[in-house]
């Protein structure tokens, strides 16, 4: 307040024109204000973050061209998934390790070089989808 009176006062001894340059101010401040970004919302609370919701295994094979080699009950190129989950003893954390390249071939050791590139390629997919899809590949003990 005191340093609008001064600015006032300042104006009119030098006689500038006070309006054009409170315009020109006013202007200024508005401009900067309007770059600045504005501050992301914080997000204190996200309720889809609450709700436990895992990739779809079976939609992960599918994707992942799996199905080109392994069938749910027969032998194609690879061994069926029923094969596999019953070797497995229905152990998906097991499957799980395999998937991750930390484990070796157990069910055909002798054919793993058409399941290698596999492996590598499964490297860009999530912990989580590795998961997903070695839990799909486990529960085929029970179908049989
Ligand atoms: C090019 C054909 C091919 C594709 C595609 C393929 N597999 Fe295989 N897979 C094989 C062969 C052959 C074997 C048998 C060799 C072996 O046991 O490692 C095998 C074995 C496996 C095994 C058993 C591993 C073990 O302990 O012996 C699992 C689990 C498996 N595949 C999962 C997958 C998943 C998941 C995908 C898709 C992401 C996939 N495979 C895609 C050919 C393939």
Redesign the pocket.
């Known amino acids: 307040m005191v340093f609008m009176l001064f600015f006032y006062y300042f104006c009119r001894a030098k006689k500038l024109p006070m309006k054009k340059i409170v315009l020109l101010l006013l202007t200024i401040l508005l401009n900067v204000a309007f770059t600045i970004p504005a501050k992301p919302l914080q997000q204190t609370h996200n309720p889809t973050n609450e709700i436990d919701d895992p990739p779809s295994g079976k939609a992960l ?1 599918l994707k ?3 199905t ?3 069938h749910p009950e027969k032998r194609i ?3 069926s998934f029923n094969t ?1 989950a019953v070797k497995y003893q229905g152990n998906s954390t097991k ?1 799980f390790e ?2 991750e390249g930390k484990s070796n ?5 002798e ?2 070089q ?2 290698e590139p ?1 492996i590598k ?2 490297d860009k997919l999530t912990k989580r989808e590795k998961e997903a ?1 070695a839990k799909y ?1 486990s529960r085929f003990t029970i179908s049989n």
Do not use: R
């Open positions: 094979v992942n061209a799996c080109l080699c392994h190129v690879g061994p596999i499957i395999f998937l071939p157990i069910v055909e050791p054919a793993y058409y399941m596999v390629h499964l899809i590949i």
